[in-house]
């Protein structure tokens, strides 16, 4: 008999995150599953970008508590976005499917980074990490 096992969304009390989290991820479903995770883990409010330029009208509309960069967007990298949130103080990690050999600029070369695809407690860990700062 075959034993099928369903996969559960991470659920967190919500009490360490951030309450608005900003995605810039240009794959939807990449950016669709990072959304419900954000959110099963008590995150209010979770908003996703595609590129640098809706990035940067988001956050100047409306700056996030935290984000999330995919490091290689369709013809472009996120690090005018990195520049931005550090700027402004606001703690972002670095989401790269490259590993080791993503290209960071030496003045990111310390921020944190999620491979993907990354485990739930690794995104929690990461949104935990956040909440220390």
């Given at each position: ?17 951030p ?10 479903i990449?950016?669709?599953?990072f ?77 944190p ?21």
């Amino acid at each position: 008999m075959l034993q099928v096992t369903m996969m559960a969304p991470a659920v967190s009390d919500g009490s360490n995150c951030p309450a608005d989290v900003l995605i810039v991820e240009d794959d939807p479903i990449i950016a669709i599953d990072f959304e419900d995770r954000l959110l099963g883990f008590g995150v209010k409010s979770v908003r996703t970008v595609g590129s640098v330029a809706q990035a940067l009208t988001a956050i100047a509309a409306d700056a996030p508590e935290f984000a999330l960069l995919d490091v290689g967007l369709s013809r472009e990298n996120s690090f005018a976005v990195a520049e931005r949130l550090a700027a402004l103080k606001i703690p972002f990690v670095f989401v790269t499917g490259y590993g080791a050999d993503a290209r960071i600029p030496p003045e990111f070369a310390g921020q944190p980074r999620l491979q993907k695809p990354c485990s739930s407690d690794a995104l929690e860990a990461a949104l935990q990490v956040r909440a220390a700062d």
